[in-house]
C-alpha cells in the first residue's frame, strides 16, 4: 500500500513501489492529464510538482517520494472555482498548443518557473524549461511564459515600509 497526496486528496493505492509515479497518477489514481513521451525523463511530457519542484513522473518509483509529499498534477492548478492559473490562461490567450501532447509538461515546468522565479529572463527559461515538443511550439511557450509572468505575483518577501516622517 502506498499512501499519496495528490492535488490535496490523499490516496492509498495497493501497487508495486518500484512502480513510476507517472503509471500510478494515471491508472491507480485516474489522473490522465500527465503524459507519457519518452520514459526516460528526457522530454518532460510527464512533469508534475512534488513539493513544488517540477519532477519528471515516468523515471521517479513511488517507493522513492519524500514522506508526505504533496504532488500536484495539471488537474490541480485551476481554483477549487474553476478559474485557471494565469500560465493556464495565457496558454489559452496565445494558442500555443499545436497538438497538445507535451503541454501538461511545459506548463507544469512553466508554473514552477515563474513561482520561483517570476522575473525569469529568456536565458532562465532556456535552462529550466528543457521539455520537449515535436510540433515546435517553442516561440509560444516562451512567449506564454513571459505573458503569465506579467500575472505572476512575486513571492519575494515585501520590503518593511519606511516609517511615517513627522
Ligand atoms: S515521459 Fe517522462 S520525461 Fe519523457
Ligand atoms: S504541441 Fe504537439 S508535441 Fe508539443
Same mark, same amino acid.
Given at each position: 500500500m502506498v499512501r499519496l497526496t495528490v492535488n490535496g486528496t490523499v490516496h492509498n493505492v495497493e501497487v508495486d513501489? @518500484?512502480?513510476?509515479l507517472l503509471w500510478v497518477l494515471r491508472e *491507480? +489514481?485516474? #489522473?490522465?492529464g500527465t503524459k507519457y513521451g519518452c520514459?526516460?525523463? *528526457? =522530454? /518532460?511530457?510527464c512533469t508534475v510538482h512534488i513539493d513544488g519542484q517540477a519532477t519528471r %513522473? &515516468? %523515471? #521517479?518509483? +513511488?517507493? /522513492? #517520494?519524500?514522506?508526505?509529499a504533496k504532488i500536484t498534477t495539471? @488537474? /490541480? #492548478?485551476?481554483?477549487?472555482? /474553476?478559474e485557471l492559473h494565469p500560465v493556464q490562461k495565457a496558454w489559452l490567450e496565445l494558442d500555443v498548443? *499545436? =497538438?497538445?501532447? &507535451?503541454q501538461t509538461g511545459m506548463i507544469m515546468a512553466t508554473v514552477a518557473l515563474l513561482d520561483q522565479?517570476?522575473?525569469?529572463?529568456d536565458d532562465d527559461i532556456d535552462s529550466a524549461i528543457t521539455n520537449i515538443c515535436r510540433c515546435g511550439t517553442y516561440n509560444r511557450v516562451r512567449a506564454g511564459i513571459k505573458l503569465a509572468a506579467q500575472a505572476?505575483?512575486?513571492?519575494a518577501p515585501a520590503k518593511t515600509p519606511a516609517k511615517n516622517r513627522a
Open positions: 513501489p @518500484e512502480t513510476p *491507480q +489514481v485516474g #489522473l490522465t520514459g526516460i525523463a *528526457q =522530454c /518532460g511530457a %513522473s &515516468c %523515471s #521517479l518509483p +513511488v517507493a /522513492g #517520494l519524500p514522506a508526505n495539471i @488537474e /490541480g #492548478l485551476a481554483k477549487k472555482n /474553476g498548443p *499545436q =497538438c497538445g501532447y &507535451c522565479n517570476p522575473k525569469a529572463t505572476t505575483p512575486d513571492k
